[in-house]
């Protein structure tokens, strides 16, 4: 899996599976019922790779897209690393 940082692309291993619940917003934001790949957690967010097929954080409880447009929804996990760092993001 590929990240865009800064003008290069850098490989990125996934913590885990989320699969998203919800209203599905934009032609490249978030599906209902598909499965994504995480990245990491960041905060209160989650860095998910989406229909785009780039990374972005989405709000760990209420994942929309910024204007709005949509009512989003949430994340179901699919799989959790070893620590249960999804978990405890989405449950925080």
Same mark, same amino acid.
């Given at each position: 899996?590929?990240?865009?940082?800064?003008?290069?692309?850098?490989?990125?291993?996934?913590?885990?599976?989320?699969?998203?619940?919800?209203?599905?917003?934009?032609?490249?934001?978030? *599906?209902? #019922?598909?499965?994504?790949?995480?990245?990491?957690?960041?905060? +209160?967010? $989650?860095?998910?790779?989406?229909? !785009?097929?780039?990374?972005?954080?989405?709000?760990?409880?209420?994942?929309?897209?910024?204007?709005?447009?949509? *009512?989003? #929804?949430?994340?179901?996990?699919?799989?959790?690393?070893?620590? +249960?760092? $999804?978990?405890?993001?989405?449950? !925080?």
């Amino acid at each position: 899996m590929w990240s865009y940082d800064k003008g290069n692309y850098i490989k990125k291993q996934s913590i885990g599976k989320v699969k998203y619940i919800g209203e599905s917003f934009g032609a490249v934001g978030l *599906t209902d #019922g598909k499965v994504y790949d995480c990245l990491g957690v960041e905060g +209160g967010f $989650l860095r998910v790779v989406d229909d !785009e097929e780039m990374d972005y954080l989405y709000c760990a409880k209420n994942p929309a897209p910024l204007d709005w447009s949509s *009512t989003g #929804g949430r994340w179901e996990i699919i799989e959790d690393d070893d620590k +249960g760092t $999804l978990q405890n993001a989405i449950t !925080e």
